[in-house]
Nanobody
Framework: QVQLVESGGGLVQAGGSLRLSCAAS????????MGWFRQAPGKERRFVTS???????YYADSVKGRFTISRDNAKNTVYLQMNSLRPEDTAVYYC????????????????WGQGTQVTVSS
């Protein structure tokens, strides 16, 4: 029903910024809340942030004040602006869609992208 494709990852120095995009297919994009998760090689996938269909946002404490999630329903796209990046932000970042907002639980998300690598060097 919904295909998600992340882009915008890359290598950045600590303190730098990146903007990730998640492009969604399907005409029902605006009915979903959208979330970002991340996973480092030796760690579990963790919640980063989410945005409801009406624009409410929710952030993990680790990124609060540094990351900003937004969406453009006309473009079927959700964004993650990442500022003041730290080496511990290094991970594969995934976007996902859910009907449940807010939710930090990956099992609440129905659709997932393939991920985009973010590497923050120190």
């Amino acid at each position: 029903q919904v295909q998600l494709v992340e882009s915008g990852g890359g290598l950045v120095q600590a303190g730098g910024s990146l903007r990730l995009s998640c492009a969604a297919s399907g005409r029902t994009f605006s009915t979903y809340a959208m979330g970002w998760f991340r996973q480092a090689p030796g760690k579990e996938r963790r919640f980063v942030t989410s945005i409801g269909r009406h624009g409410s946002t929710y952030y993990a404490d680790s990124v609060k004040g540094r990351f900003t999630i937004s969406r453009d329903n006309a473009k079927n796209t959700v964004y993650l602006q990442m500022n003041s990046l730290r080496p511990e932000d290094t991970a594969v970042y995934y976007c996902a869609a859910t009907f449940i907002f807010p939710s930090e639980q990956d099992y609440d998300y129905r659709y997932w992208g393939q991920g985009t690598q973010v590497t923050v060097s120190s």
